[in-house]
């Protein structure tokens, strides 16, 4: 038996016709992109998948191409409807038809895309986010806080080069009450992949240095509508919910609300509105201090017109009340001067008194005392006697001395040594052998 052999491209010649048979409609189709970009030419090149919804597990992959020729009115219309453009993640509908080619293999063709499919994704991850962020019960706390009430230190985040920054920062400069505001700029990607993490960054830069801000302000000017998706992210909307200082976003357009907008202390439409927002905050805090000065000032009129009243009043008394209390003091002095007479006159009696009897005593005391001061003389007088070495001397006994100083011990002496022994009848003098 014969084998009956084709070549590559006759075998897949047939597959081309089988399936072009076989499948000859189009079809519409939902997917999620794994990948999604331009190639030259102008054509949109796609990677399609489907995940288990359990596990999250692929579980059917393929490529899809749009043409330039259709994909040129298939992209404006898919972008203004939802405000996005095709990314990576996406969950679509497509209407396609299957094309195989004999040197390219398989793909599906993309004719048409249903935007209100991704819309109603789009709005069903934003809800699962805000329902989480409101679950974690941080959805509100920066309603909660209170703009510092001079607002004049002010983060920036933004990208450098956008206008919106310059319009912001114009705005500040040349505000019609000559108000001081202080900016500082930290620089973030504001479009695109790259939003979330820069913005992210630029918040933890400015958490290192918070005490030095009032508010921060996070601008986008000048930039699509289809580059929103950035700011409709879990790990974004959490930062900015959690951080300690208020903050107000001009991110997007009136009808462009993002979840970050939803979390902020104060959502304004553009850059330019963020910087008239916060001039018309100061604004209302000088109206403020303006009327507490003309109250002041009317109250301290008021209270000095009173206070010049009660002086008056108290002017006009003055001679009356130093007359009373004049006739008062002088008859107080009368009664102090009358009372201490009579104590001194009283005191000089019972000193007089004294002095009389310590008279009478005197001559009395006085002699007791010399006697007894007699008597302890010659106590004295007879202790000494006893004491005289003289009596020692006549009882026999003697004192030798050397140098001058009484011998005790014989050890004091040396040979050789003159000492004097004195005794009752005279001195004898010895040299010690």
Not at 51 to 64: C, E, F, M, W
Not at 248 to 259: A, F, L, N, W, Y
Not at 332 to 341: A, E, G, P, T
Request: glycine letters at 6%; proline letters at 4%.
């Amino acid at each position: 038996m014969s084998k009956t052999r084709l070549t590559l491209h006759e075998l897949n010649g047939l597959v081309r016709e089988t399936i072009e048979l076989a499948m000859p409609d189009e079809y519409w189709v939902e997917a999620e992109l794994s990948e999604c970009h331009e190639g030259r030419g102008g054509h949109c090149y796609m990677e399609l998948i489907e995940k288990d919804p359990r596990t999250a597990t692929p579980v059917a992959k393929a490529s899809a191409k749009c043409w330039a020729s259709k994909w040129m009115l298939v992209r404006p219309c898919f972008e203004r409807a939802t405000g996005q453009r095709l990314a990576a993640g996406m969950k679509v509908l497509l209407k396609v038809y299957p094309q195989f080619h004999e040197a390219y293999g398989f793909s599906w063709i993309v004719t048409d895309i249903d935007p209100t499919y991704t819309l109603g994704d789009m709005a069903r991850k934003r809800q699962e986010i805000i329902r989480q962020l409101k679950e974690e019960g941080v959805f509100d706390l920066q309603k909660e806080l209170e703009l510092p009430v001079f607002c004049q230190r002010i983060a920036v985040i933004s990208s450098e080069t956008a206008a919106g920054y310059g319009d912001f920062c114009n705005q500040l400069a040349d505000n019609p009450y000559a108000f001081q505001f202080r900016t500082q700029l930290f620089p973030a990607v504001m479009q695109g992949e790259g939003v979330e993490q820069g913005v992210i960054a630029a918040l933890d830069r400015i958490y290192a240095q918070s005490s030095q801000f009032d508010c921060v302000v996070i601008i986008r000017g000048g930039g699509a509508t289809s580059d929103m998706s950035g700011f409709d992210t879990l790990a974004l909307a959490e930062n900015v919910a959690n951080f300690p200082l208020p903050i107000i976003t001009g991110i997007g357009h009136e009808r462009d609300e993002s979840v970050l907008d939803m979390v902020s202390h104060t959502r304004v439409k553009t850059p330019t509105a963020a910087a008239a927002f916060l001039v018309a905050h100061l604004k209302e805090v000088a109206d403020v201090l303006a009327e507490c000065e003309s109250r002041l000032v009317k109250y301290s009129g008021n209270k000095l017109m009173a206070l010049h009243t009660q002086l008056a009043a108290v002017a006009e008394s003055i001679p009356r009340l130093f007359s009373v209390v004049k006739t008062r003091q002088e008859a107080r002095l009368n009664m102090l001067f009358s009372r201490m007479l009579g104590q001194m006159q009283q005191h000089l009696v019972g000193q007089q008194s004294r002095l009389e009897s310590l008279e009478r005593h005197l001559p009395l005391i006085v002699g007791h005392r010399l006697e007894t001061e007699r008597h302890r003389l010659q106590l004295i007088e007879e202790k000494t006697k006893s004491l005289d070495p003289a009596l020692l001397l006549r009882r026999g006994y003697s004192i030798t001395t050397k140098d001058g100083r009484t011998v005790r011990d014989p050890r004091q002496l040396r040979e050789g040594d003159e000492i004097e022994t004195r005794v009752e009848k005279g001195v004898i003098r010895s040299t010690v052998k």
